[in-house]
């Protein structure tokens, strides 16, 4: 698997573990973002890293029993020091219907390693 792959699924799992059981370092969670990161919500609003810190710190252990299931990956572009990949990503909590989405993310090779630098995900309706 390629290290762009590899990376959306090390930082699902993560996220899982973070918001649905609470486990996790929240520096090393944020570690996987760049300093500009940038993303498109599912409702079309913007959010910058601090923001997404901010989120992050806000809904720790929030989702009990959620899942994150990552699938159909691809490889848009590729360049050195960086790629853009598309996946569908379903989110669930126990009891409850699966939500759907195709995301976009852009990668960049930085000090800290490959990292996030923007994200774009549409729901899935």
């Given amino acids: 698997m390629n290290a762009y792959f590899q990376q959306v699924i090390d930082l699902h799992i993560a996220i899982e573990q973070w918001l649905g059981r609470g486990e996790g370092d929240l520096p090393a969670l944020l570690g996987y973002f ?3 990161f940038s993303m498109i919500t599912l409702s079309g609003g913007e959010l910058d890293k601090p923001a997404l ?3 992050f710190s806000a809904q720790r252990g ?43 993310v852009v990668f960049c090779e930085s000090e800290a390693g490959l990292q996030w630098q923007h994200l774009h995900e549409t729901p899935i309706v």
């Fill in 53 to 55: 810190a901010a989120f």
């Fill in 34 to 36: 760049t300093e500009d």
């Fill in 62 to 104: 929030a989702r009990p029993g959620l899942t994150i299931g990552i699938e159909a990956m691809r490889l848009i572009a590729g360049w050195p020091g960086g790629a853009v990949v598309s996946y569908r990503e379903r989110q669930q909590l126990p009891g409850q219907a699966a939500h759907l989405r195709r995301s976009t």
